[in-house]
């Protein structure tokens, strides 16, 4: 039955991928058994709520100004523009879901917007250092789907990712782009995802817990920009002050178009390359792992794994029992 439904026309997505490397019994619980997790009422806003207004309101900015280079605009202009943005969006969600508290709703949006004016200063100074030859072009750029905020370019193809040695064989894959930085005089692209934490590691994308990035790469090559050389791509940090763009799959030839300072995330082409090779090969191990029915409980990283997991009321995996048995 899991091989059938596992099969050639099944649709994957860079998530439900991450969470199989992440946990294969997460995975079950969550896509097979299709458990839903228990939900407590909260006060404040919670993560995933925060995540996507954050991601609407950037997208709702950004794309009037398509191509722009803000730093020729009045910056006063363009943070009060930025607050309306996001007091419009606040506003819906809030009309949508009535906050329990109506006092820490209101500074959680406050909060929000503190972060929101923080990362569009430093949003000027990326574009000033790069002299706007790299500006944002595609928002929420969707593939395999499309919903009614995706980008115009979005396109309902899939991905397909072959496996290395079969070239008949191929998985199918859905997914959004959150953002993609262009240079149109050098033909360079850049995707970016939006993160609250810092994102992943190098260790993280070759392990496979998280797949986005070299799927974001490989579906920019494939279906939206084979004419364009690809910088690389990272998580864009949306929090407090910090670095926002040092994680990720960088290449150090188009280092001059990223904001990029550290050396653990910049590679030579042939470096760059073997990754992504290798986050195929395992992205292959876990559809074949679904496939046959392969959903141990072995979190990737112990109890660091299990810290956010929903499904440890049902998981029989105990740090102590397991360290002794291996």
Known sequence: MLERHF?????????????YGNCAFRFFGNRVLRLEPRSEAALDLQAIDAGKLLHDILRRFFEKHRGDYLPDRDRKVLRAELGRTADAVFKEHEDRVPPLNERIWKIDCEIRKLILDQVLLYELRLQAKTGGRVLPGFFELAFGRASEGSDPQSTKQYLKLKRAGAANEAALIQGQIDRVDLSDGERVAIAYDYKLSKGATLDDIRSGRQVQIPIYLAALEQLFLPSFDLGGGGYYTLRGKGARLNQGLYRTARADCTNVTSRWTKFDDLEWQRIRRD??????????????GHFKVKPSLGRHTCKFCDYSAVCRYDAYRINRKN
């Open 279 to 292: 986050v195929t090969v395992r992205v292959w191990e876990f559809i074949d792992g679904m496939r046959g």
């Open 7 to 19: 099969g050639p026309d099944h649709v994957y997505s860079a998530s439900r991928l991450s969470t």
